[in-house]
Protein backbone atom coordinates (compact mmCIF):
# COMPACT_ATOMS: atom_id res chain seq x y z
CA UNK A 1 0.00 0.00 0.00
CA UNK A 2 2.74 2.06 0.98
CA UNK A 3 4.13 1.80 -2.46
CA UNK A 4 1.08 2.92 -4.57
CA UNK A 5 1.20 6.18 -2.03
CA UNK A 6 4.65 6.59 -3.22
CA UNK A 7 3.70 6.15 -6.77
CA UNK A 8 0.86 8.61 -6.29
CA UNK A 9 2.72 11.63 -4.79
CA UNK A 10 5.86 11.41 -6.64
CA UNK A 11 3.56 12.14 -10.13
CA UNK A 12 1.37 14.66 -7.83
CA UNK A 13 2.28 18.46 -8.13
CA UNK A 14 -0.09 20.27 -5.33
CA UNK A 15 0.39 18.69 -2.21
CA UNK A 16 -1.21 19.36 1.10
CA UNK A 17 -1.10 17.64 4.93
CA UNK A 18 -3.11 18.66 7.96
CA UNK A 19 -1.18 17.46 11.17
CA UNK A 20 -2.24 17.04 14.59
CA UNK A 21 -1.34 16.75 18.23
CA UNK A 22 -0.28 13.25 17.36
CA UNK A 23 2.51 14.14 14.88
CA UNK A 24 4.30 15.69 18.12
CA UNK A 25 3.59 12.78 20.16
CA UNK A 26 6.96 11.01 19.52
CA UNK A 27 8.60 13.99 20.70
CA UNK A 28 7.12 14.46 23.86
CA UNK A 29 4.21 16.32 23.95
CA UNK A 30 1.18 14.91 25.35
CA UNK A 31 -2.66 15.19 22.68
CA UNK A 32 -5.77 16.30 24.04
CA UNK A 33 -7.90 13.06 23.38
CA UNK A 34 -7.17 9.47 23.87
CA UNK A 35 -5.76 7.63 27.41
CA UNK A 36 -2.60 9.47 28.26
CA UNK A 37 -4.82 12.55 26.70
CA UNK A 38 -4.50 16.20 28.15
CA UNK A 39 -8.23 16.90 28.06
CA UNK A 40 -8.31 13.33 30.39
CA UNK A 41 -6.79 15.03 33.45
CA UNK A 42 -7.72 19.05 32.82
CA UNK A 43 -10.96 20.35 31.91
CA UNK A 44 -10.61 21.99 28.77
CA UNK A 45 -13.63 24.83 29.93
CA UNK A 46 -11.73 25.88 32.70
CA UNK A 47 -8.55 26.52 30.82
CA UNK A 48 -8.95 27.16 27.34
CA UNK A 49 -11.87 29.56 26.50
CA UNK A 50 -12.45 33.37 27.25
CA UNK A 51 -14.34 32.50 30.35
CA UNK A 52 -11.97 31.10 31.86
CA UNK A 53 -9.73 33.86 31.41
CA UNK A 54 -11.92 36.38 32.78
CA UNK A 55 -12.62 34.49 35.56
CA UNK A 56 -8.92 33.21 36.69
CA UNK A 57 -6.57 34.26 34.15
CA UNK A 58 -3.84 33.50 36.84
CA UNK A 59 -4.62 29.92 36.31
CA UNK A 60 -4.60 30.29 32.79
CA UNK A 61 -1.50 31.61 32.21
CA UNK A 62 0.03 28.90 35.12
CA UNK A 63 -1.44 25.94 32.29
CA UNK A 64 0.09 27.55 29.54
CA UNK A 65 3.11 28.56 31.22
CA UNK A 66 3.68 24.85 31.97
CA UNK A 67 2.46 23.63 28.34
CA UNK A 68 5.20 26.14 27.56
CA UNK A 69 8.31 24.97 29.52
CA UNK A 70 7.22 21.03 28.43
CA UNK A 71 6.94 22.15 24.90
CA UNK A 72 10.71 24.34 24.56
CA UNK A 73 12.01 21.13 26.11
CA UNK A 74 10.92 19.14 23.33
CA UNK A 75 12.53 18.33 19.51
CA UNK A 76 10.92 17.96 16.42
CA UNK A 77 10.96 14.21 15.63
CA UNK A 78 11.47 12.26 12.03
CA UNK A 79 7.79 13.08 11.08
CA UNK A 80 8.25 16.76 11.22
CA UNK A 81 11.88 16.47 9.29
CA UNK A 82 9.95 14.42 6.85
CA UNK A 83 6.92 16.60 6.16
CA UNK A 84 9.80 19.33 6.09
CA UNK A 85 11.45 16.81 2.80
CA UNK A 86 8.56 16.34 1.11
CA UNK A 87 7.97 19.83 0.39
CA UNK A 88 10.66 19.27 -2.86
CA UNK A 89 8.55 16.58 -4.10
CA UNK A 90 5.37 18.93 -5.11
CA UNK A 91 5.60 22.61 -7.21
CA UNK A 92 3.66 24.03 -4.18
CA UNK A 93 3.25 21.85 -0.80
CA UNK A 94 1.37 23.79 2.27
CA UNK A 95 2.00 22.25 5.57
CA UNK A 96 -1.99 23.12 7.62
CA UNK A 97 -1.19 22.19 11.88
CA UNK A 98 -3.64 22.43 14.51
CA UNK A 99 -0.45 22.61 16.90
CA UNK A 100 0.55 25.30 18.39
CA UNK A 101 4.03 23.69 19.32
CA UNK A 102 5.97 25.43 16.83
CA UNK A 103 8.11 21.99 16.20
CA UNK A 104 7.32 22.25 12.26
CA UNK A 105 8.79 25.83 12.04
CA UNK A 106 11.78 23.75 13.83
CA UNK A 107 12.12 21.24 11.34
CA UNK A 108 12.20 24.24 8.69
CA UNK A 109 8.96 23.75 6.66
CA UNK A 110 8.51 26.40 4.85
CA UNK A 111 4.50 27.07 4.13
CA UNK A 112 3.03 26.33 7.36
CA UNK A 113 -0.88 27.56 8.31
CA UNK A 114 -0.87 27.04 12.06
CA UNK A 115 -4.74 27.40 12.33
CA UNK A 116 -4.96 27.21 16.25
CA UNK A 117 -2.16 29.64 16.80
CA UNK A 118 1.51 29.35 18.25
CA UNK A 119 1.60 29.06 21.85
CA UNK A 120 5.03 31.30 21.80
CA UNK A 121 3.08 34.51 21.12
CA UNK A 122 1.37 36.61 23.28
CA UNK A 123 -2.01 38.64 22.00
CA UNK A 124 -3.96 41.52 24.15
CA UNK A 125 -7.19 39.68 25.03
CA UNK A 126 -9.24 42.97 24.23
CA UNK A 127 -7.97 44.42 21.04
CA UNK A 128 -6.31 41.22 19.58
CA UNK A 129 -2.96 43.17 19.01
CA UNK A 130 0.15 40.85 18.64
CA UNK A 131 2.78 41.27 20.90
CA UNK A 132 6.30 40.12 21.37
CA UNK A 133 6.72 36.77 20.60
CA UNK A 134 8.86 35.34 23.46
CA UNK A 135 7.55 37.69 26.44
CA UNK A 136 7.51 35.73 29.57
CA UNK A 137 4.61 35.92 31.56
CA UNK A 138 4.24 36.42 35.52
CA UNK A 139 0.99 35.01 36.40
CA UNK A 140 0.64 36.74 39.44
CA UNK A 141 1.40 40.24 37.20
CA UNK A 142 -0.11 39.89 33.78
CA UNK A 143 0.91 42.55 31.86
CA UNK A 144 -1.08 44.73 29.81
CA UNK A 145 -1.51 45.76 26.02
CA UNK A 146 0.04 49.35 25.39
CA UNK A 147 -2.70 50.28 22.45
CA UNK A 148 -6.00 49.84 25.01
CA UNK A 149 -4.82 48.21 28.28
CA UNK A 150 -6.46 45.15 27.75
CA UNK A 151 -4.68 41.81 29.38
CA UNK A 152 -2.21 39.69 27.47
CA UNK A 153 -3.28 36.51 26.64
CA UNK A 154 -1.61 33.41 24.56
CA UNK A 155 -2.49 33.78 20.76
CA UNK A 156 -3.75 30.58 20.42
CA UNK A 157 -7.21 29.66 19.74
CA UNK A 158 -9.80 28.90 22.60
CA UNK A 159 -12.82 26.64 22.72
CA UNK A 160 -16.09 28.74 21.41
CA UNK A 161 -13.42 31.34 19.15
CA UNK A 162 -13.32 31.79 15.83
CA UNK A 163 -9.84 30.60 13.82
CA UNK A 164 -8.06 32.99 12.55
CA UNK A 165 -10.00 34.25 9.20
CA UNK A 166 -6.91 34.69 6.65
CA UNK A 167 -5.75 31.44 7.91
CA UNK A 168 -8.45 29.15 7.47
CA UNK A 169 -9.11 30.38 4.40
CA UNK A 170 -5.80 29.50 2.92
CA UNK A 171 -6.38 26.22 4.12
CA UNK A 172 -9.51 25.65 2.42
CA UNK A 173 -8.35 26.95 -1.03
CA UNK A 174 -5.03 24.47 -0.36
CA UNK A 175 -7.19 21.70 0.21
CA UNK A 176 -9.64 22.17 -2.33
CA UNK A 177 -7.15 22.55 -5.14
CA UNK A 178 -4.67 19.60 -3.78
CA UNK A 179 -3.99 16.61 -5.95
CA UNK A 180 -2.93 14.46 -2.98
CA UNK A 181 -3.75 15.21 0.97
CA UNK A 182 -2.23 13.78 3.84
CA UNK A 183 -3.96 14.04 7.69
CA UNK A 184 -1.41 13.20 10.09
CA UNK A 185 -1.78 12.59 13.97
CA UNK A 186 -5.13 14.37 14.27
CA UNK A 187 -8.66 12.79 15.71
CA UNK A 188 -10.38 14.79 12.91
CA UNK A 189 -13.09 15.71 15.34
CA UNK A 190 -12.20 19.30 16.25
CA UNK A 191 -13.80 21.82 13.77
CA UNK A 192 -13.63 23.61 11.14
CA UNK A 193 -9.79 21.96 10.95
CA UNK A 194 -11.73 17.97 10.36
CA UNK A 195 -13.63 19.54 7.04
CA UNK A 196 -10.29 19.92 5.29
CA UNK A 197 -9.68 16.03 4.42
CA UNK A 198 -12.85 15.76 3.11
CA UNK A 199 -12.81 19.32 1.03
CA UNK A 200 -9.61 17.92 -0.36
CA UNK A 201 -11.07 14.71 -1.05
CA UNK A 202 -14.43 16.14 -2.89
CA UNK A 203 -11.94 18.32 -5.01
CA UNK A 204 -9.93 15.11 -6.01
CA UNK A 205 -7.36 14.75 -4.25
CA UNK A 206 -6.25 11.50 -2.94
CA UNK A 207 -6.90 11.44 0.84
CA UNK A 208 -3.89 9.73 2.99
CA UNK A 209 -4.67 9.15 6.81
CA UNK A 210 -1.46 8.26 9.08
CA UNK A 211 -2.97 7.76 12.82
CA UNK A 212 -2.23 4.73 15.28
CA UNK A 213 -5.92 4.86 15.90
CA UNK A 214 -9.09 4.92 13.29
CA UNK A 215 -10.96 8.21 13.36
CA UNK A 216 -13.70 9.45 11.64
CA UNK A 217 -11.63 9.68 8.09
CA UNK A 218 -10.31 6.10 8.56
CA UNK A 219 -12.97 4.81 6.03
CA UNK A 220 -13.52 7.78 3.84
CA UNK A 221 -9.65 7.91 2.93
CA UNK A 222 -8.29 6.65 -0.19
CA UNK A 223 -5.12 5.22 1.73
CA UNK A 224 -5.14 4.37 6.09
CA UNK A 225 -2.16 3.59 7.25
CA UNK A 226 -2.51 2.65 10.91
CA UNK A 227 0.93 3.71 12.14
CA UNK A 228 3.00 6.05 13.98
CA UNK A 229 4.00 9.04 11.33
CA UNK A 230 7.54 9.22 12.76
CA UNK A 231 8.12 6.16 11.60
CA UNK A 232 5.77 5.86 8.68
CA UNK A 233 6.67 9.53 7.11
CA UNK A 234 10.52 8.61 6.92
CA UNK A 235 10.16 5.41 5.23
CA UNK A 236 7.54 7.27 2.44
CA UNK A 237 9.47 10.00 1.95
CA UNK A 238 12.24 7.47 0.95
CA UNK A 239 10.36 5.67 -1.60
CA UNK A 240 9.11 8.98 -3.00
CA UNK A 241 12.88 9.85 -2.99
CA UNK A 242 13.83 6.74 -4.67
CA UNK A 243 11.25 6.77 -7.65
CA UNK A 244 12.13 10.58 -8.17
CA UNK A 245 15.78 9.69 -8.81
CA UNK A 246 14.83 6.08 -10.48
CA UNK A 247 12.65 8.87 -13.36
CA UNK A 248 16.05 11.36 -13.36
CA UNK A 249 18.62 8.43 -14.19
CA UNK A 250 15.81 7.59 -17.19
P1 LIG B 1 -6.11 14.82 19.46
O1 LIG B 1 -5.47 14.65 20.79
O2 LIG B 1 -7.58 14.94 19.40
O3 LIG B 1 -5.73 13.61 18.52
C1 LIG B 1 -4.40 13.18 18.39
C2 LIG B 1 -4.39 12.02 17.42
O4 LIG B 1 -3.04 11.62 17.23
C3 LIG B 1 -5.16 10.80 17.91
O5 LIG B 1 -6.09 10.41 16.90
C4 LIG B 1 -4.07 9.75 18.09
O6 LIG B 1 -4.51 8.44 17.74
C5 LIG B 1 -3.00 10.22 17.13
N1 LIG B 1 -1.63 9.80 17.47
C6 LIG B 1 -1.11 9.48 18.67
N2 LIG B 1 0.20 9.14 18.54
C7 LIG B 1 0.51 9.25 17.23
C8 LIG B 1 1.70 9.05 16.46
N3 LIG B 1 2.84 8.66 17.01
N4 LIG B 1 1.64 9.25 15.12
C9 LIG B 1 0.49 9.65 14.53
N5 LIG B 1 -0.66 9.87 15.21
C10 LIG B 1 -0.66 9.68 16.53
O7 LIG B 1 -5.38 16.06 18.77
P2 LIG B 1 -5.86 16.96 17.54
O8 LIG B 1 -6.57 16.14 16.51
O9 LIG B 1 -4.70 17.77 17.13
O10 LIG B 1 -7.50 22.58 19.85
O11 LIG B 1 -6.92 17.88 18.27
C11 LIG B 1 -7.45 18.97 17.60
C12 LIG B 1 -7.62 20.14 18.53
O12 LIG B 1 -8.32 19.76 19.72
C13 LIG B 1 -6.32 20.71 19.06
O13 LIG B 1 -5.69 21.58 18.17
C14 LIG B 1 -6.76 21.42 20.29
C15 LIG B 1 -7.67 20.37 20.86
O14 LIG B 1 -8.62 20.80 21.75
C16 LIG B 1 -7.42 23.73 20.51
O15 LIG B 1 -6.77 23.86 21.53
C17 LIG B 1 -8.21 24.82 19.86
ZN1 LIG C 1 -5.28 45.85 23.32
Known amino acids: MLDQVADIISKCSVGAVLTGA ?34 SPEVVWEWYNWRRELISDVQPNPG ?3 LKEME ?27 LHG ?8 DCGFVLDDDMDIDPADIPTCDKCGGRVRPDVVWFGEMLPGDVIEQAFFEAERADVFLSVGTSALVQPAAS ?19 TPLSDLADFSFQAKSGELLPDLVKMVHDRKEGADRR
Open 80 to 82: HHA
Open 196 to 214: LPLVAKRGGATLIEINPER
Open 118 to 125: NIYRNKCA
Open 22 to 55: GISAESGVPTFRGRQGLWKKFRPEQLATMEAFLA
Open 88 to 114: EFFQEFTLITQNVDNLHRLAGSSRILE
